[in-house]
T-cell receptor, first 116, second 110 residues
């Protein structure tokens, strides 16, 4: 019974293509996040939505566009993919915004994106 | 300079050893301090969190925070091969996001 799920698990694509990653949580949480983890394991937040509203938008190229159709879903669309976009993208959720202390963030299994 | 610094390792220890993992940080506004464990090809999962300074113990794991030195530690006693993973520290100044360290890869060999 997966709490935070992502699809696809692996994504291999050519430079210049457009792709989407989907995330769903069944925990009843209000807040969802997208993180990017590079090859050195550095995990950096990209976006956060609270109750379908964007609350964090880090310095991310506008080729990346998140969309939250409802509280349980947060998708990430990437236009004009570049080599530097290759990374593992994690979705996470927490009961409310912040995700610190006992307001734990639960992470999905990740989507490994490779841009050729 | 990153807000949170963590030695990437790898740290390789024999089974049964005491492991010490550390992070330093620069932002004195950080109040919550967390340790996440990430197994290979999986998402991070929360191990422990502490608020402000002090120690917290949970089984074989002890988290320590020294705010005066801007230094946090995670100790693992009686380490097991199943502890082999990447350990990420994370911190928050009580705002909407966490700042993560780069993670330390730990290998415990039998």
């Amino acid at each position: 019974d997966t709490a935070v799920s992502q699809t696809p698990k692996y994504l291999v694509t050519q430079m210049g293509n457009d792709k989407s990653i989907k995330c769903e949580q069944n925990l009843g949480h209000d807040t969802m996040y997208w993180y990017k983890q590079d090859s050195k394991k550095f995990l950096k937040i990209m976006f956060s939505y609270n109750n379908k509203e964007l609350i964090i938008n880090e310095t991310v190229p506008n080729r990346f566009s998140p969309k939250s159709p409802d509280k349980a879903h947060l998708n990430l669309h990437i236009n004009s993919l570049e080599l530097g976009d290759s990374a593992v993208y994690f979705c996470a959720s927490s009961r409310t915004s912040g995700g610190w202390g006992d307001n734990e963030q639960f992470f999905g299994p990740g989507t490994r994106l490779t841009v050729l | 300079q990153k807000e949170v610094e963590q030695d990437p390792g790898p740290l390789s220890v024999p089974e049964g050893a005491i492991v010490s993992l550390n992070c330093t940080y620069s932002n004195s506004a950080f109040q919550y301090f967390m340790w996440y464990r990430q197994y290979s090809r999986k998402g991070p999962e929360l191990l422990m969190y502490t608020y402000s300074s002090g120690n917290k113990e949970d089984g074989r794991f002890t988290a320590q925070v020294d705010k005066s030195s801007k230094y946090i530690s995670l100790f693992i006693r009686d380490s097991q091969p199943s502890d082999s993973a990447t350990y990420l520290c994370a911190m928050s100044p009580n705002t909407d996001k966490l700042i993560f360290g780069t993670g330390t890869r730990l290998q415990v060999f039998p």
